[in-house]
């Protein structure tokens, strides 16, 4: 004998008729509309994330601080003691420098947490679910990271160097090629360094180390440089300092701390070739390894 079967609800067994038509084998159709995701709905996703955690506002308010506070403290001091004649032919831009070196930290620390911090949480076994295009997540982290350091950077940049020229009367009024690169062209630069740490955190997965990392391409250069005394390396010693992370950024105000080496918009394009290469390396490892 057999079970009886209880009523089905009259919308359920609507859908069950519409979808079963003229065919002997009913189906149902879900009153859910189905998306074909894409691109678009991992960005979205990621820019929920990015300005919904609090590491975002910390690293980016930090940033903000040391960019404008020590930019317009360094042209404050030398408005107040310097003369007129120590500033001509000074560019009041070059000024910013300090800020953006020092303030590069909280955009490289950003970055790394974008991706690193999913893998400390456990976080990233769910966005790998939601969508399983690793390599789709993986690009909607970089534009979304990217915009958003760019835009801050810019906008913080061009604030300090409103302000220095201003402040600094007697220095030269800069180019504008100077304008240029000292706005557009830095601001460019610090968020392909965030964007390169992001893709550090990728692959080593691990905040910390990918923050000890990545300080130490931007400060390790530079320091071995110092005490290399050795007169036969000394050729190492000039290309330490001529690529190091802080002589890369002085061009953009064109105060490199050599002659020689990178020069006009070249340290742009060495960071990019150098972010394109290990972000198809990152992307290669999501696809082939384990969450």
């Known amino acids: ?55 975002t506002i910390w690293t980016l308010g930090v940033f903000v601080l040391l960019v ?29 420098f300090f800020g953006v070196l020092l303030g590069s930290m909280c955009v490289m620390t950003l970055g790394v947490l ?26 909607a982290k970089a534009i979304v990271f990217f915009a958003v ?4 950077t ?13 402040l600094l ?4 009024t800069p180019t504008g090629q100077e304008w240029l690169k000292g706005t557009f062209g830095i601001s460019l630069y610090i968020a392909l360094l965030g964007l390169l740490s992001l893709i550090i955190g990728s692959i080593i997965r691990h905040s910390a180390g990918a923050i000890t990392i990545m300080i130490g391409v931007v400060l390790a250069p530079l ?7 050795s007169q036969s390396l000394e050729g190492l010693r000039q290309a330490l300092f001529e690529y190091s992370i802080p002589n890369q950024l002085s061009v953009f105000y064109s105060n490199s701390l050599s002659e020689s080496g ?4 070249d340290p742009l394009w060495i960071i990019l070739g150098l972010t394109a290469v290990l972000f198809a390396g990152a992307y290669a490892l999501l696809e082939n390894r384990d969450v």
Request: charged share 10%.
């Open 1 to 55: 004998m057999s079970t009886p079967q209880p009523p089905m609800p009259q919308a359920a067994a609507a859908n069950w008729q519409a979808a079963a038509g003229p065919s002997s084998h009913p189906g149902y159709t879900s009153p859910i509309p189905v998306v074909r995701t894409h691109l678009g709905h991992a960005i979205g996703s990621e820019w929920t994330k990015i300005r919904s955690v609090r590491s």
């Open 169 to 172: 009367d007697g220095a030269r």
């Open 114 to 139: 974008t991706t690193a911090s999913e893998y400390g949480t456990g976080m990233i076994r769910t966005t790998m679910v939601a969508c399983p295009s690793r390599g789709r997540v993986l690009a």
């Open 154 to 166: 810019l906008v913080s940049v061009f604030l300090v160097a409103l302000l220095d020229v201003a």
């Open 262 to 265: 990178p020069s006009g918009w």
């Open 149 to 152: 350091a760019f835009v801050t």
């Open 68 to 96: 404008i506070g020590i930019g317009l403290a360094v042209a404050a001091l030398l408005s107040a003691s310097a003369s007129q004649d120590d500033l001509r032919g000074e560019n009041p831009l070059s000024f910013g």
């Open 223 to 229: 320091v071995i440089a110092l005490f290399m005394f």
